[in-house]
């Protein structure tokens, strides 16, 4: 599929603000370019930029029903009741339980955690889960990353004499649940500066408010960022403003001394010897905490990440491991099998969205195969299976589209839905889906914009070999933790020679392992292209390429360089 090249433009505004920060931080034009792209106007904005501090966090009591909140686990604290911490089962879910939990276990012992089963109980607040905390006494439950539009169960639960308090992230109805707090930096009514916090995150924020009016050290719970880190990462929130600070602590804690539980799991993934970064986690940390929830129970993911016994937690490691294994067979199957659906449509090639459906498929792995299918197929993707008599689902989007809004038109039809722009998840009545599928279609045809259609990569700076000097890649380096609307720059070098020392690498010679020059200096670049191998012989022939890349440090040997991590290659320019 012929990807599109989008070079970003600066307007008069962001270029007249990238000239001033050029003067005043003494930095290249480049970089403050970059800064001006990411919002940043002026030297105050671009010193806490480059310097994240935990004293740039928001009051906590800004949140609408924080106070509240605080209050009733003050009450249930001081009257000894018995508090249960719930969550969803994936790694949002399970990190912010572990993370209430394991604080807030310092102060009771008349606490425990409970999360739903992905197939018996399903997504969100449970009647199980309602019935299971009044059955056994607890008298407060604090739920995470899930309960925002859980009305007839709170009003159930209230009816059992259970006070929830809820911390969600996701798109709230007009009407929230009546439960003693809602957090949600996305209510209508939230003046919360920061809305993009993960469901750990508001998690986070509950503890924060109660360490402050509790007078309790909030190091305590900075001690407790690296399972912070691990959900902003793994659910793909925006790495800007709060969470950027977040993230930037997390990472140092989870560098230096994690928790026993994430110790475990990255000895697992051979991460022992590596400074960690927000990609390691979504690709390697990320799955095996999710693999529980999806292969087998999510509370098994909690015990890890709680454990205190060394033993313990290599074993549930070990166990968790293998559910990712079991996890990747499933998830390659069942992506073959709905390609394979696919590929048999005759329209395939006319419809703007995809929709499969099978009753058989493992409900644990069709988030990712809706990931896969909308990276093969480059279209919003749908993929669902038959759970509880219902078909249930998961929807990925393409940059720019909102497919939460997409299905949100077709909510008469549905049972149930929730998520966000790029990601949700719904369920339906059977005799529902094909009338879903055509009016989600009519949709996403209508309001889907050409440029959507296409895999893009957004061009940050076209720059020469010469501007990569030592003091741009130390601050390049100070642009991290990378991530959504704070991705890792993506650069373009026209007109790039093979220095006649390129060649292909791998098992079946499938990588291109490059050595460049261009004209701006005798700078020779090392860049590895992965899976280009198609490009060697135009390269050996000393034609010229277009590349776009983003800038990694490659240590070999104690040697450290800088290496292009290359994007995409053009034999024709593009303009």
């Not at 030297?43 to 310097?51: C, G, L, S, T, V």
Request: aromatic share 10%.
């Amino acid at each position: 599929m012929n990807t599109h090249w989008n070079f970003l433009k600066l307007t008069d505004e962001q270029q007249e603000i990238s000239d001033s920060l050029a003067e005043e931080l003494g930095i290249s034009p480049i970089l403050t370019q970059l800064l001006a792209q990411r919002g940043i106007t002026s030297f105050d904005e671009a010193k806490k930029f480059f310097r994240p501090d935990l004293s740039h966090l928001h009051d906590p009591f800004l949140m609408p029903d924080m106070d509240k909140a605080v209050e009733r686990l003050n009450l249930a604290l001081g009257r000894k009741e018995k508090i249960l911490v719930y969550g969803d089962y994936d790694v949002d879910g399970t990190t912010a339980v572990s993370l209430v939990y394991k604080f807030l276990l310092q102060f009771t012992s008349s606490i425990d955690y409970y999360l739903p089963d992905r197939y018996t109980e399903g997504y969100g607040i449970s009647y199980t889960g309602i019935d299971y905390a009044a059955a056994h006494g607890f008298s407060l439950v604090i739920a995470l990353d899930c309960g925002i539009k859980a009305v007839e169960k709170i009003e159930y639960a209230k009816e059992l004499g259970v006070d929830f308090i809820i911390c969600d992230h996701h798109m709230p109805d007009a009407k929230l649940p009546d439960a003693v707090a809602v957090l949600d930096a996305k209510r209508i009514d939230s003046q919360y500066p920061y809305e993009h916090l993960s469901g750990c995150g508001v998690g986070f924020k509950l503890m924060q408010a109660f360490a402050i009016n509790n007078d309790i050290d909030l190091a305590l719970l900075y001690q407790l960022l690296d399972l912070l880190v691990v959900s902003i990462a793994s659910d793909i929130v925006p790495i800007t403003g709060e969470n950027r600070v977040l993230a930037y602590y997390g990472l140092k804690k989870l560098n230096s001394s994690p928790s026993l539980g994430l110790k475990s799991i990255i000895d697992i993934c051979g991460l022992n010897d590596k400074d960690i970064s927000i990609s390691d986690i979504v690709f390697k940390i990320g799955p095996r905490i999710n693999a529980s929830g999806r292969i087998q129970k999510a509370r098994e993911a909690v015990d890890l990440l709680v454990a205190r016994d060394e033993i313990f937690a290599r074993e549930k490691s070990d166990c968790i491991n293998q559910y990712n294994q079991t996890r990747k067979d499933l998830d390659k199957t069942i992506t073959d099998e709905a390609a394979a659906i696919l590929d048999k449509l005759e329209e395939l090639s006319l419809k703007k969205s995809i929709v499969v459906y099978n009753s058989e498929w493992h409900k644990g792995v069709i988030g990712i195969v809706a990931s896969r299918l909308t990276e093969l197929y480059y279209r919003p993707s749908i993929v669902l299976t038959k759970s509880n008599g219902l078909a249930t689902g998961s929807a990925r989007s393409v940059p720019g589209f909102d497919i939460y809004k997409a299905i949100e038109t077709c909510r008469d039809l549905l049972e149930n839905f929730g998520g966000h722009t790029y990601a949700a998840g719904l369920s339906l009545k059977e005799e529902n889906v094909e009338p879903f599928t055509r009016r989600f279609e009519a949709y996403v045809a209508e309001n889907i914009l050409p440029e959507q259609q296409h895999p893009l990569i957004d061009i940050d700076a076209t720059i020469e070999f010469k501007d990569i000097t030592p003091k741009f890649f130390r601050v390049l380096k100070q642009f991290s933790p990378f991530g959504p609307e704070n991705m890792k720059p993506v650069f373009c070098t026209k007109r790039v020679f093979d220095y006649g020392t390129s060649r292909l690498v791998g098992k079946e010679q499938e990588h291109l392992k490059m050595e460049l020059v261009d004209s701006s200096s005798e700078n020779v670049m090392n860049g590895i292209a992965f899976r280009m191998w198609e490009f060697n012989d135009y390269l050996k022939a000393l034609n010229p390429l277009d590349i776009c890349y983003t800038l990694e440090e490659n240590t070999f040997n104690g040697n450290t360089t800088v290496q292009l991590m290359i994007k995409d290659i053009k034999t024709e320019p593009e303009h």
